[in-house]
C-alpha cells in the first residue's frame, strides 16, 4: 500500500502542475474567444467523458475491476499528455486540439480516481480505512496544492507551459508502475465481473442520508468551480501579479489543506455530519474574503485559511460513506459518489466563464460565498435530519466519529426466537359438523385410526373387521386422558365414554 500511495503522490503533483500551467498555456491559444470562456472550457474538458464512463459503473451495472481501471487510465494519460506536451513545445498546438486532448486522455480520470482510493482502503481493512482516507487527501491537498502549483508556477515561468504536460505524464507513468508492482492481480476481481451486480444509486437508497449528503457535496462543488475560472483573472487584474503569483496563491492554498489534512486523525471522535456542515459554511466565507483584499500577501493568507477548513471535508464523507457498505458494494457506489461530487466540476466551469463575464471578477467571487451560505441551512436540515418512521431503509451507522470507542453497557436481551404453536388436531382430521347444534365430535386420535387400518378383513359382510375395529377403538380410547374421555359422545349404546 506504501508503494501505492507514493505513486499516486507523485502522480497528482504532475496534475498540480497542469492546474497552473493550463490557463496561461489557453490565454496564449484563445484567439477571438472570451479569456474567460476560453479557460472554461479547457477545464471542463477533462471531466466530460470520463463522468459518462464513470456513471456506467456506478449507475449502471458494469464491474470493471479497479486494477484494470487505473492501469488504462496511466497508459491512456501519459500518451494523450505527451503528445500535447510535443505539440506545446513545438509551436503548433491550437485551443481545439487543447481541448480534444483534455477531453479524450482523460476518459478514465474518475473511474481512476475512485479505484485509487478502492485499492487503498481495501488493502487497509476496516479498521484503517479512516487513516488511509486521510493520507490520501493529504496526498492530494499536498501534491495538487501545494507542490504541484509551485513546480508548474516555475516551470511555466522558466521554460514554458507546455513542459508541464510532460512532468503530468511522467506522473502516470510512475503511477502505473507503482500500480504493476504494488498491487496484486487478485482473483477477487475477476470474479466480481460473475456476480449479481446492482446499481450504486439502489444501494445509496438504503442510505438516505448519504443520498442527501452527496447531492449537498454536487452543489458545493458546484458553488466552488467560479473560483478556478476567476482565480487566473484575480491575480492579473486585482492582484498585479503574474503566473508565479497564482503558483503562490494555489501553493498557500495546498498548505493550509496540507495541515487541515494532518489533523483530520484528531478529528475522528467528533460527530461527522455536524462536522461536514461546518466546514461548508467557513468555507463560503474564503471566497467573500478574497474579494475584499486586494494586497497578495493578504489573499496569500486568506487562501490559507479556506484550505486548512476545507481539507478534512474529503476524507470525512468518504469514511462516513464507506462505514456502512458491504465490500461488494464499495466499488459502485464509491464510483458513483466521485461522480456525482466531480460532475459538478465541468458544469460549474461551463457557468464560472460566463458569469465571471457578466460579473467581473470580484463580483464572482462575492457571488459564489453568498450562494455557498445560502447552501449551509439546506445542508444542514438535509444531512442533521432524521429519516421518517415507518421508512424501511437501512439505518444509518452511529454517527460518533469514526474512531470513537463502542458505546459500553448492560448487554440488551436477546430476542426470543418465534416458534410456531403446535397444531393439537392430528394432520388432516377434522371434526364433524352436526345439525342439532351441539359441540362437534372430537377428531378421531392418529393412533386409532392407524390400528383401524392394521386389523384385516375377514367375510363377505365384514363383520369381524368391523368388532376388531371396536376392540382397538375401545382399547386406544381406555389409554387417552380423562378430560379427554369425559368429552367424548359415545357412537353406539354400551361404548365406554
Known amino acids: 500500500m506504501a508503494g501505492l500511495l507514493l505513486g499516486d503522490l507523485l502522480a497528482n503533483v504532475g496534475t498540480g502542475m497542469i492546474i497552473v500551467a493550463m490557463p496561461v498555456q489557453t490565454l496564449s491559444l484563445h484567439g477571438g474567444v472570451p479569456k474567460a470562456i476560453a479557460i472554461g472550457l479547457v477545464e471542463a474538458a477533462p471531466f466530460v467523458l470520463s463522468t459518462v464512463l464513470a456513471l456506467a459503473i456506478g449507475l449502471g451495472r458494469v464491474r470493471v475491476p479497479p486494477r484494470a481501471l487505473l492501469v488504462a487510465d496511466c497508459v491512456l494519460r501519459s500518451l494523450t499528455f505527451a503528445a500535447l506536451g510535443v505539440l506545446a513545445v513545438t509551436g503548433t498546438l491550437t485551443l481545439p486540439v487543447l481541448i480534444a486532448g483534455l477531453l479524450f486522455g482523460a476518459t478514465f480520470r474518475l473511474a481512476g480516481s475512485s479505484s485509487r482510493r478502492l485499492l487503498a482502503t481495501s488493502a487497509a481493512g476496516e479498521t484503517g480505512r479512516f487513516s488511509v482516507n486521510g493520507l490520501l487527501g493529504l496526498n492530494t491537498t499536498f501534491a495538487l496544492y501545494i507542490a504541484g502549483p509551485v513546480l508548474g508556477g516555475l516551470i511555466v515561468a522558466t521554460a514554458g507551459a507546455g513542459y508541464a504536460l510532460f512532468f503530468d505524464a511522467g506522473g502516470a507513468l510512475i503511477l502505473l508502475v507503482a500500480t504493476l508492482l504494488f498491487v496484486p492481480r487478485s482473483a477477487g476481481g475477476r470474479d466480481a465481473l460473475r456476480e449479481p451486480k446492482t446499481s450504486g444509486?439502489?444501494?445509496?437508497?438504503?442510505?438516505?442520508?448519504?443520498?442527501?449528503?452527496?447531492?449537498?457535496?454536487?452543489?458545493?462543488?458546484?458553488?466552488?468551480?467560479?473560483?478556478?475560472?476567476?482565480?487566473?483573472?484575480?491575480?492579473?487584474?486585482?492582484?498585479?501579479?503574474?503566473?508565479?503569483?497564482?503558483?503562490?496563491l494555489w501553493g498557500a492554498l495546498g498548505a493550509g489543506a496540507f495541515v487541515g489534512a494532518a489533523l483530520v486523525s484528531r478529528l475522528r471522535t467528533l460527530p461527522q455530519r455536524p462536522l461536514l456542515v461546518a466546514i461548508i459554511g467557513l468555507w463560503a466565507l474564503c471566497p467573500i474574503g478574497l474579494a475584499v483584499v486586494g494586497d497578495l500577501t493578504a489573499a496569500l493568507v486568506v487562501f490559507a485559511l479556506g484550505g486548512l477548513v476545507y481539507a478534512p471535508f474529503t476524507p470525512v464523507a468518504y469514511s462516513f460513506l464507506q462505514s456502512g457498505l458491504e465490500p461488494g458494494e464499495q466499488q459502485q457506489v464509491v464510483t458513483l459518489w466521485t461522480t456525482g461530487a466531480t460532475v459538478a466540476a465541468p458544469l460549474g466551469l461551463a457557468l464560472g466563464g460566463p458569469l465571471i463575464e457578466l460579473t467581473g471578477t470580484t463580483g464572482g467571487l462575492v457571488l459564489s460565498g453568498v450562494l455557498t451560505l445560502l447552501l449551509l441551512p439546506i445542508a444542514a436540515r438535509a444531512v442533521l435530519g432524521r429519516t421518517p418512521k415507518g421508512n424501511s431503509h437501512v439505518p444509518e451507522p452511529p454517527d460518533r466519529g469514526a474512531g470513537a470507542p463502542a458505546r459500553t453497557g448492560p448487554a440488551a436481551p436477546r430476542p426470543r426466537p418465534h416458534r410456531p404453536r403446535r397444531d393439537r388436531r392430528p394432520r388432516g382430521a377434522r371434526p364433524r359438523r352436526r345439525d342439532d347444534g351441539r359441540a362437534p365430535d372430537p377428531p378421531v386420535p392418529a393412533r386409532l385410526r392407524l390400528l383401524a387400518t392394521r386389523v384385516p378383513a375377514a367375510g363377505h359382510g365384514g363383520q369381524e373387521s368391523r368388532s376388531a375395529g371396536a376392540r382397538a377403538r375401545r382399547s386406544v380410547i381406555a389409554t387417552e386422558p380423562v378430560h379427554v374421555r369425559a368429552r367424548r359422545r359415545p357412537d353406539r349404546p354400551g361404548e365406554p365414554r
Open 201 to 248: 444509486w439502489r444501494i445509496l437508497r438504503r442510505r438516505p442520508v448519504a443520498a442527501r449528503l452527496l447531492v449537498v457535496e454536487f452543489f458545493f462543488n458546484f458553488l466552488y468551480m467560479p473560483i478556478e475560472v476567476a482565480l487566473p483573472l484575480y491575480v492579473s487584474g486585482t492582484l498585479h501579479a503574474g503566473p508565479s503569483g497564482l503558483g503562490l
